[in-house]
């Protein structure tokens, strides 16, 4: 390292590691970057999927046999965990992302124009960002208990029966998607409100001199001009509602609940790896996981690529 | 161009997911260092044994190290580091019924036999049978059980003294309808409460099980959750609930959650494990402190059989460095001195010799005493199916409880819970 390179080229006492390290150069520094990459990406999805193809149970480091595709086979013929545990991914993410990008669109309009309190408004709004998923989850398994909870209670002051909540086999995904939706609008709004300020003003005021509505210069102004940003959030927050785990497993626990009522793919990969322990199998899982995430973005991304063209 | 944060940060992300399964610890070194590395489970054993730790550190000369989690997490941790070979946990307590038929077929746990036969003042021969039984695999002694459980009736007094009712149920039938007198004469107040999580309820409800006849695992490892007697059990099980337990029960609930319900004063009676009962009668953490009162568990159609097992066992990791300084802290813990003095703050053990100390015995409120004394003698060994997939099969078995809480037709749940429980058991017998 200490030897300059023209230094190198002329003197013929230059050490021969010193000489190879040159001539390999652009692999040496290169290097820890792929080695990072083969350790804690390519080899984790190699072993996975090596690990899908066993019928690995116990342990991993048990023996082993090599089965194929059967363990593939049995998941997708699977109709009381896995197919259930992808409709209510599904479920769980359809509902998130709606109500988080509806709501999220809303406040960041509200928030779009200075106002006095900006500032504190703006802190409070981002609070629940900064919180730890499974302390938001424990608050509101507090908050929701059906017998000693404080939302019953505030229910029962206006005379509505208690509710569930968590503790019903129908409401509970709901409930559960309302808390992400509380947890994470703010990160929807933040985007969406950098999205915003990025605007410029011109068309806005061309439109105020026609004498359109509010509504008007919403619907054809600012919102297909800040579609790229929309798009971003909706990307950003999908993948990252599909892989929820943290709220979903601090709320109702192991297998998502006795009836499995929150049990989406993750919860359900989980507890194949890590209560039942059937590696194999929860291998195969994950892979069909990784590649419906893919296949989600790819769908997303290339109609976005089809509507700028 | 803009695209591309994106795509980077998703993939990072999926493969931290895909990751999950293939991930593990790293190898912590320290052969036969003088620092013993101890994971412990969030249990008034481990405070007792953390309260002690002074002594033993200067006796001993060794440093431990302990490292304290919750049931679940304590489950996962060992799957994570056991399963990568991980050296850095020296001595692990576990769950000789739920996790040590695996941990002892997967060869996580080291061979004791030669030091429990070795330590001849420490006296291996002191242990009660059928805990040792179930830390032993395949004749090797494999852990040393520490902590022993029965279940009990933990019920309100001064509820049962307010209806007029003279003693505490002797049989189920009489719990049924003095839970349904309480809560009638308590607006509020539910007469029963227990478990209710799929998972976590099959291990209280295995003594309804028994004393109604039932079994788990009937002759010639043949599914047994489907009988008469367990078709019965589950239904008075989950009826209990349903009819006499808090309302919008929830059916996740282990015993943090039902034990509040007793210490926060909403219901009269509660079955439980007896080594939890420092819960209910410590005045910091109970409502109730007071008014509790212990009796052994009612008579079903077959009498009164409720579990007594050994809850939990201290081991060593088969991949640890520093086996030798493992055990001194095992036979430190296990003493009989460490045994008696737990046993006094409420922690049951395994020793006979404690038990048999009227020392032993003396810090227990004295109808708990006695309800333990009558579960000791005609105790069933198991509270769950003695499998190697425990987890799996306490879903399985555990299915009936929240169909029959939830109102939906026990016997044909049990009939599925069968089915699907046979089919566990030829796996593992193939």
Redesign the interface.
Known sequence: MATSAPALRTSVSTPAWARWANDHRKWLFAGPAMAFVAV??V???A??VY?SLTDAE?????EKELTGAANYLDVLADTSRFWPAVLRTVEFTGIALFFEVVLGMCIALLLWRPFRGEKWVRVAILLPLVATPVAVGMMWRLIL????GFA?QVLGWVGIP???W??G?GSALVTTAFIDVWQWTPMVVLILLAGLTALPEEPHEAALVDGTTGWQRFRFITLPMLM?TVV?AI??RG??AI?TFDILYAT????G???HEVETL?VY??GL?????E?GV??AV??L??LI??GS?WAL?ARRREELS | M??QP?VI???????A???????GGGDGGGSGSKTVRVTLANHVWTDNIKKALPEFEKQSGLKVEITQLGE?QL??QY?VK??A?SSDIDVMMYRPLQEGK?FA????LADLTDDVKASKDWNWGDFQQGPVQSSTYKDKVVGVPTITEQEVLYYRKDLLKKSGIANPPKTLDELKTDAAKVAKDNPGVAGFVAR????AAVTQFSSFLYSFGGEFIGDGDKAAVNSDAAKQAYAFYGGLIRDHG???????M?WPEAM??FT?G?AAFYTEADSLYKNATDKAKSKVADTVGFAPFPAGPAGSKPYNVPSWALGVNEASKNKDNAWKFIQWATSKEQTLANQKSGVPGARTSVWSDPEGTSTYPKDLAAAIAVSTQNGVGHDRPLV??V??AR?IV??PI?DAI?GKDPAASADAANEAFQKLLDDENK
């Open positions: 804690l990406i080899f984790p999805v072993w996975t690990l116990g342990s991993v480091r048990a208990d059906p017998n000693i019953n208690p509710q569930p968590l503790a086999e790229p971003v990307l950003l993948i990252d892989k109702k626990g192991k297998g609940g006795s009836f993750n990969a989980y790896s890590f209560d039942y322990n590696y929860a291998s994950l892979i996981f990784f995430i893919i973005m991304t | 803009r695209r994106v940060s998703t993939s990072l992300a999926v493969v997911a895909l990751g999950m399964s293939a991930c679940d489950s996962d799957n056991l399963n070979g695996l077929k997967n060869g996580y209710t999580g799929k998972s808090p309302k919008n029960v929830s059916t996740d282990s509040a319900i926060q909403k190697v997939k987890p799996e879903e555990g299915q929240v939830t």
